[in-house]
């Protein structure tokens, strides 16, 4: 080992003993030493090794030489390596104790001691005050932190007179409050603002405004949509029956998975959930009941113990596939779950287990849901609604029949003296119907009749009579859901079934229209989409969608903003979103805005495919910005650089273009993948890909472990298998993004380049914060050219003179 140790370049100054003590030890301590997997991970970049060992005290005091011919020099070799000896033993001491003893007084003392040898590389925003960190998510603080240090004066400072300005241009202020206003509120808040405004005071500040601006909107908490919200406030609590009926939930789905039921049932008094939720496992696993086979379990990590690098796949995998199922998780990242943070993954849960719950309240899922609709005309309005809503119209066709007079339009007060639950059970279940449940005086004792006869239906309690009583909306929602799976009451007409059967769209048009669906809920625009179709037809949500994608193009002085009652408003939102269209040189031939307002499916499809790609295209342009070349990126350039990446690893592997049918199989992309994270794929797991089973499962896999390196990806196995152009080209593009992300964060954090946390902070798994990069090496060396491709994608309408390519 102390021959290979002497292997090693030449370096000067600080920063390069790090990076040829690193060198050294990749090579010696993984090949040489029996300990050295424990030291060094085998992926680890030489950089990387040698601010490990700096951390250790190692390296500024060290000069490596590669010249071992002088005896002095030798001897400062045969120095560096016994000074190091001592801290590879107390390495490999510690990570046993990781792994088998970690609670152990011996760990916790070093953990406190030198963390950055544990703990995976975070450098996020911290606060000195611990309630107040904790009011935050890092993506908050974070974007707080960035807009506190620019709007510092030319003395580096925010006095008291700067801070009502800079409050007042913050989103959720800017349109609640003026300055003058603002300016008064805070005199009133007690703040001490005398010596200054710091980082902490100002969060302070903006805490105190934000609880003004709730108590200016009043109580928030009747909102209609538990999907519409995202999964984090400011001002937070823990719903302990929440928690209770989600933990039993838990308990319910989990209980004979074959990992987990080691750490089930989970005590709901206690914090057990937050805790088993750190390591990841849990919340993949929960995912997967909600939606089946979204992760391929294969790709989760699953140990009793997980290193942090581990713990943080699970994570991103998590959170992506969270996304593709329809989450909103635009305010939640990876280290607010290694945390445990009980609002934020309570929130989480509670978007998954709803998700799984009103997962059957669509005509294909549940044709006989057309019974609620006495005209054929009104089925495109059912198609349309929410499922809440279309829980609420299935809840009073059923009251209606009843004789119940009152209709229930919420899943809270309309349901607190428990009589509406009373008709309902009696008309669904009138076997276990009892006169008591009406005659009853008390609502409490009546919510618990009401759970005694949903009980005798063997449908799940998931509240308690209390929460019936006080209005919980959630729990509410998610009983009612319970029911309708239990026992829906409709009847089985063969023809209106075969109508709502010939209503809903086929196969491939339904892939891409969800694909679209779950992507512009994961951009974090306030509209929430649940049906695509239907939702975009007032031009509002198109809106949205583009001026996220293309911040400042739309001009909202000229657009209506929903309920819109009037049909030409809804045409000049559409008009000016085909405008825009026009302007970033969509292919619009003969699209018009009353297109989109008709509903016309394929054109609505079309432009939604080309803002998609024109998205991703920006992404990887936007990594590019310092950059001599000033060329746009083409779908030509991202099939070279997939095709490069994997010729340089060897590997025989190519595609001609993105509609290559040998690409069914899912190997390239393995191979890909591999090419950009080698630790990622397990080839153990890997099929040959020649049966449709086979490649079933390498398309699932592929997907999974894409999004577990952080790629935000929306398509499914089948369009891989069946090589769909446009999902392979975005998931060939999503990886090469990742990959140049990579790499962008390697140059900017390479000791030559000067960067703090303030000026370039960390990359949020949402994406929110790519464009901030700027470009890393491979991007530089990516050499791009203008010759014609085989790859734009396919028309998707028949007519070549309307759609887009």
Not at 5 to 16: D, I, M, N, P, Y
Not at 276 to 296: E, F, H, S, Y
Not at 336 to 365: F, Y
Not at 729 to 757: C, F, G, K, R
Request: aromatic share 8%; with cysteine.
């Amino acid at each position: 080992m102390f021959k290979a140790f002497q292997r090693s370049t030449v370096v000067s100054g600080e920063s390069a003993n790090r990076c040829s003590l690193g060198s050294n030890l990749v090579h010696s301590a993984t090949n040489t030493h029996p300990i050295g997997p424990y030291l060094v991970d085998a992926s680890m970049k030489e950089t990387e090794i040698g601010k490990k060992f700096h951390y250790l005290g190692v390296g500024s005091s060290i000069l490596v030489n590669a010249n071992p011919s002088n005896r002095s020099i030798r001897s400062q070799n045969r120095h560096a390596f016994l000074h190091l000896l001592p801290f590879t033993f107390l390495v490999f001491i510690v990570h046993w104790l990781r792994c088998h003893v970690q609670n152990h007084p011996i760990f916790i003392f070093f953990n406190l001691i030198n963390p950055p040898i544990l703990m995976s590389k975070f450098e996020g925003v911290l606060v000195s005050d611990h309630w107040l960190q904790s009011q935050f998510t890092q993506v908050q603080l974070r974007t707080l932190k960035s807009k506190f240090i620019a709007s510092k004066n030319q003395n580096g400072e925010i006095t008291s007179t700067d801070l009502p300005v800079l409050l007042a241009k913050l989103k959720p202020f800017c349109e609640m409050f003026k300055e003058d206003e603002i300016g008064v509120l805070l005199s009133k808040s007690g703040l001490d603002m005398s010596n200054g405004i710091d980082f902490e005071t100002f969060l302070r500040a903006y805490l105190n405004l934000h609880s003004q601006a709730a108590a200016k909107l009043g109580d928030s908490n009747n909102s209609s949509s538990f999907l519409k919200a995202t999964t984090t406030t400011l001002l937070h609590t823990i719903d302990e029956s929440e928690k209770e009926s989600y933990v039993a939930h838990i308990n319910s789905y989990l209980r004979d998975d074959p990992f987990m039921k080691q750490f089930l049932p989970i005590d709901p008094a206690t914090n057990a959930l937050f805790e088993l939720a750190r390591d990841g496992v849990l919340l993949c696993k929960l995912i997967n009941i909600a939606v089946p086979n979204t992760i391929d379990e294969r790709a989760i990590n699953t140990k009793r113990v997980l290193n942090p690098w581990e713990r943080n796949e699970n994570h991103t995998l998590c959170l992506n596939s969270a996304k593709a199922i329809g989450c909103t998780v635009v305010n939640i990242g990876n280290q607010d779950l290694v945390e445990g943070r009980p609002h934020l993954v309570l929130g989480l849960i509670s978007q998954i287990i709803k998700i799984q719950l009103l997962a059957d309240l669509n005509l294909r899922k549940t044709p006989q849901l057309v019974e609620l609709v006495d005209d054929n005309n009104d089925v495109e309005e059912l198609m349309g609604l929410a499922p809440e809503k279309v829980l609420l119209k299935w809840m009073n066709f059923h009251l209606k029949k009843a004789g119940y007079k009152k209709p229930v339009t919420n899943f809270s007060s309309d349901l607190k003296d428990g009589e509406a639950y009373a008709y309902l059970l009696n008309v669904l279940a009138p076997e276990h119907c009892s006169p008591v449940t009406l005659d009853t005086k008390d609502p409490t004792e009546r919510a618990n009749l009401v759970l005694e006869h949903a009980e005798k239906m063997d449908c799940k309690r998931y509240l308690a009579p209390k929460d019936i009583v006080e209005g919980s909306t959630n729990l509410n929602l998610a009983f009612v859901a319970q029911i309708f799976h239990q026992r829906n009451g409709l009847s089985t007409d063969n023809k209106k079934i075969s109508y709502a059967e010939m209503m809903t769209d086929d196969e491939e048009m339904s892939r891409d229209e969800r694909c679209f669906r779950l992507w512009i809920n994961s951009l974090g625009i306030s509209s929430y989409v649940n049906n695509l179709f239907e939702d975009v037809r007032n031009g509002w949500t198109l809106l949205e969608v583009v001026d996220k994608v293309s911040p400042g193009s739309v001009n909202w002085k000229h657009a209506t903003k929903p309920p819109i009652k009037m049909p030409f408003r809804k045409v000049e939102n559409c008009n000016q979103v085909i405008k825009i269209g026009k302007q970033l040189k969509f292919s619009l031939v003969n699209v018009a805005g009353n297109d989109f307002v008709q509903g016309n499916k394929k054109l609505i499809l079309a432009f939604l495919w080309q803002l998609m790609r024109f998205n991703m295209l920006q992404l990887l342009k936007n990594l590019r910005s310092r950059s001599s070349q000033g060329k746009e990126i083409t779908d030509a350039d991202i099939l070279k650089w997939a095709n490069k990446k994997v010729k340089n690893t060897g590997r025989m592997s190519q595609m001609e273009s993105f509609k290559d049918k040998s690409l069914s199989n899912g190997i390239f992309f393995l191979e890909l993948l591999s090419a950009v994270e080698p630790r990622v794929v397990n080839w153990n797991l890997v099929t040959k890909g020649e049966s449709e089973e086979e490649k079933k499962l390498n398309a699932t896999y592929i997907i999974s472990i894409a999004r577990k390196l952080g790629c935000s990806i929306f398509l499914l196995p089948e369009d891989i298998m069946e090589v769909n152009q446009k999902m392979i080209l975005m998931l060939t593009a999503s990886i090469m993004y990742w990959s140049l992300l990579q790499s962008t964060d390697d140059s900017e954090s390479s000791p030559s380049v000067a960067a703090t946390p303030e000026a370039s902070p960390a990359p949020s798994v949402n994406g929110d914060e790519g464009s901030e990069f700027s470009m890393g090496a491979e991007i530089t060396n990516l050499s791009f050219d203008d010759a014609a491709s085989d790859t734009t994608v396919s028309s998707i309408h028949e007519n070549n003179d309307t759609i887009l390519q």
